[in-house]
C-alpha cells in the first residue's frame, strides 16, 4: 500500500482541486465533492482518504477549522478497551470547554475524538489550545498517557497526539476504508458503544449495520 497527496496531471479537467502550500513544496488536492469523484477513485483502486480539519471557501480561500480532532494513538500491545477509557477523559476536559465529543475507532489501532467549532480560531491557535489540553489529560493520567511527541515517551502509553489540527496536517475520514489487506472501516461510534467490554475496530458491512440500527452519530 502506498499514500499520494498530489493529484495525479491525468485527473479528469471536470474535477475540483485546490492548491495548498506546505513549509517547502505546493501540493494540489482533490476536492471529493460529487459522486463521480468518488467514482474515479474507486476506479484507481483508492481505499483511504483523508482530510483537514478546515474547509475551502467557494472561491478557494481558506477557511478557520470548524473542527477539533484529537488522535489517540496506543503503543504495541494497548488493547482498544484502554485507548477508550483515555477517550472519556478527552470527552471530559472538551465538556469543560463546552464542546460535546464524538468517538471514532479510527480503522487502525486507536481512536480518534472529535468536536464541532464555531470557525472564529486559526488552526495555530487551536492546536496550540489542543496540545495545552492534552497536555493537562497526560499529566492527571500520567502512568497511561503522554502528549509529547517522542519515541522515548511512547512505551506502553496512549499517545494524545494533538498535531493533526495543525493546517497542513490531515486525518483519516470518517467511514473511510483503510489502506489494509482486510481493511477496517473510521467509524463514528456511540459513547455506549465505546464503554462495552468487546470493543473492536469494524470491517464495513459491520459499519452498515450499525448504521441501519442506530444511524449515525
Known amino acids: 500500500?502506498?499514500?499520494?497527496?498530489?493529484?495525479?496531471?491525468?485527473?479528469?479537467?471536470?474535477?475540483?482541486?485546490?492548491?495548498?502550500?506546505?513549509?517547502?513544496?505546493t501540493n494540489r488536492y482533490p476536492i471529493l465533492?460529487?459522486?463521480?469523484?468518488?467514482?474515479?477513485?474507486?476506479?484507481?483502486g483508492a481505499l483511504e482518504f483523508h482530510v483537514p480539519q478546515w474547509r475551502y471557501g467557494a472561491r478557494g480561500k481558506h477557511l478557520a477549522p470548524d473542527r477539533v480532532v484529537?488522535?489517540?494513538?496506543?503503543?504495541?500491545?494497548?488493547?482498544?478497551?484502554t485507548v477508550a477509557e483515555v477517550a472519556f477523559t478527552v470527552?471530559?476536559?472538551?465538556?469543560?470547554?463546552?464542546?460535546?465529543?464524538?468517538?471514532?475507532?479510527?480503522?487502525?489501532?486507536?481512536?480518534?475524538?472529535y468536536g464541532a467549532l464555531d470557525g472564529t480560531r486559526s488552526s495555530d491557535?487551536?492546536?496550540?489550545?489542543?496540545?495545552?489540553?492534552?497536555?493537562?489529560?497526560?499529566?492527571?493520567?500520567?502512568?497511561?498517557?503522554?502528549?509529547?511527541?517522542?519515541?522515548?515517551?511512547?512505551?506502553?502509553k496512549v499517545l494524545i497526539?494533538?498535531?493533526?489540527?495543525?493546517?497542513?496536517k490531515s486525518t483519516v475520514a470518517p467511514y473511510s476504508l483503510r489502506g489494509r489487506v482486510r481493511p477496517w472501516v473510521a467509524c463514528p461510534r456511540t459513547w455506549e458503544e465505546l464503554g462495552e467490554s468487546t470493543l473492536s475496530q469494524l470491517e464495513h458491512?459491520?459499519?452498515?449495520?450499525?448504521?441501519?440500527?442506530?444511524?449515525d452519530p
Do not use: C, Y
Open 33 to 44: 465533492d460529487s459522486l463521480a469523484t468518488v467514482v474515479w477513485f474507486v476506479q484507481r
Open 161 to 168: 497526539d494533538w498535531s493533526q489540527n495543525r493546517a497542513s
Open 91 to 113: 470527552r471530559e476536559a472538551l465538556a469543560e470547554e463546552g464542546i460535546e465529543a464524538i468517538p471514532v475507532t479510527s480503522g487502525s489501532q486507536g481512536i480518534h475524538v
Open 70 to 81: 484529537i488522535d489517540l494513538d496506543p503503543d504495541a500491545g494497548i488493547a482498544l478497551t
Open 1 to 25: 500500500t502506498f499514500f499520494h497527496k498530489n493529484l495525479d496531471d491525468d485527473a479528469p479537467s471536470w474535477m475540483t482541486a485546490r492548491s495548498l502550500r506546505h513549509r517547502d513544496h
Open 205 to 215: 458491512h459491520e459499519v452498515l449495520d450499525l448504521l441501519a440500527d442506530r444511524g
Open 125 to 156: 491557535e487551536v492546536t496550540e489550545w489542543v496540545r495545552d489540553l492534552a497536555h493537562r489529560v497526560a499529566d492527571a493520567k500520567s502512568s497511561t498517557v503522554t502528549a509529547t511527541m517522542s519515541a522515548a515517551t511512547r512505551n506502553g
